[in-house]
């Protein structure tokens, strides 16, 4: 009895024995397996999350996720600052009041606000470099291709004696090394550089004139506003014009159309403002005038500043129409945007 009294625990025990190691083995090796599938599942969580993301802060209009403000309805749909501007624009031109494209609630200036939280989400959110691939925070994104990017287009120092190099900021080392520019005679040098001439000669064009026309006895300058207006056509038209003003005692006042009058600019996604200048009196003898538009002090329009002249009589009292000379469309559509549009008007009387 003693015998089989002890000699069941002592199997046991052997057992015991045998099964915790196999145990002790098993969990020697199982803690890793499970960690390396955490690891692979919270990747792939991950990823899931920065497309959903994506797919939730894009806009509600290009479906982009956008690089600059971000708009969002009273209900709470979001637009990039250019597409909310495109929306407004079509709207004016249209005679319509702009709506969201998803819920179709009226929006406006006014009534939408941007959302700083979103704006500041996707600052986060990873995006490619266009140059090398590697993803970064959208935030640094815009610095690293400009400054830090081994693979950013760039071109030779010589290019101001002709060289039409353009390649990865990493190979323009070796390849100014190469260069023959730098041994081309003088001959070949100068005919680069008159193409350079050129465009300076015509910005010193630009500010001489000015400087000159700041001589005359008679200068007038007015701060006006554009206000839309719509023409009495089957098809009404939008156009702008300011109130009267007085120079030179005469009356005055500044009409802009948009794309020179083209039959329906809501077709167009390229858009641009040419404006005349009217005059108002009765003159009895020629009235030459120089003048140019800036942006003022009440105004913010990016606005290359451009010098024309007219002689006004009294057959002819409308100046030709010119263009605005914006940076862009996308700088029309925001001007179309606004309820106004402030500038300045600088205007010269030719000395007879």
């Known amino acids: 009895m003693a015998e089989e009294v002890f000699s069941g625990p002592s199997v046991s025990n052997n057992d015991n024995s045998s099964s915790l190691s196999i145990v002790n083995q098993s969990e020697a090796i199982e803690p890793a397996k499970k960690k390396l599938r955490t690891e692979e599942s919270t990747d792939h969580k991950d990823e899931k999350l920065e497309h959903r993301l994506g797919g939730i802060l894009c806009c509600a209009v290009c479906l982009d996720l956008p690089r600059t403000a971000i708009y969002q309805c009273t209900n709470g749909h979001l637009m990039c600052a250019g597409c909310?501007?495109?929306?407004?624009?079509?709207a004016r031109l249209r005679d319509e009041t702009a709506s969201c494209p998803?819920?179709?609630?009226?929006?406006?200036?006014?009534s939408c606000s941007r959302n700083l939280a979103v704006e500041k989400a996707v600052c986060e959110l990873p995006a490619e470099c266009q140059f090398c691939?590697?993803?970064l925070p959208r935030v640094q994104l815009e610095h690293h291709e400009s400054e830090l990017c081994d693979e950013r287009l760039t071109s030779c120092q010589f290019n101001r004696i002709g060289c039409q190099w353009r390649g990865p900021y990493h190979e323009s080392q070796l390849h100014e090394q190469?260069?023959?520019h730098p041994q081309k005679s003088g001959r070949d040098v100068m005919e680069a550089l008159a193409l350079v001439d050129q465009q300076l000669l015509q910005e010193k064009q630009l500010y001489s004139r000015i400087f000159e026309l700041l001589s005359f006895e008679k200068i007038t300058f007015n701060d006006l506003q554009?206000?839309?207006?719509r023409t009495d056509e089957f098809i009404h038209k939008l156009y702008y014009e300011t109130s009267r003003f007085t120079a030179f005692n005469n009356q005055w006042v500044v009409k802009a159309f948009i794309n020179d009058n083209q039959r329906d600019p809501t077709q167009s996604c390229e858009r641009s403002l040419t404006y005349q200048l009217v005059l108002k009196s009765k003159v009895s003898s020629p009235l030459g005038i120089y003048y140019i538009i800036l942006k003022g002090p009440f105004g913010d329009m990016k606005i290359h500043p451009r010098v024309y002249t007219f002689e006004f009589n009294e057959?002819?009292?409308?100046?030709?129409?010119?263009?605005?000379?914006l940076y862009d469309s996308a700088e029309c559509n925001r001007l179309l945007a606004a309820k106004?549009?402030?500038f300045r008007l600088i205007m010269f009387q030719i000395p007879k």
């Open 102 to 110: 998803n819920c179709r609630t009226v929006i406006s200036k006014d």
């Open 133 to 135: 691939s590697r993803e």
């Open 84 to 90: 909310f501007t495109h929306l407004l624009a079509d």
């Open 315 to 325: 057959s002819q009292c409308e100046s030709t129409y010119q263009p605005f000379s």
């Open 178 to 180: 190469l260069c023959v």
């Open 226 to 229: 554009f206000r839309p207006y």
């Open 340 to 342: 106004a549009i402030n």
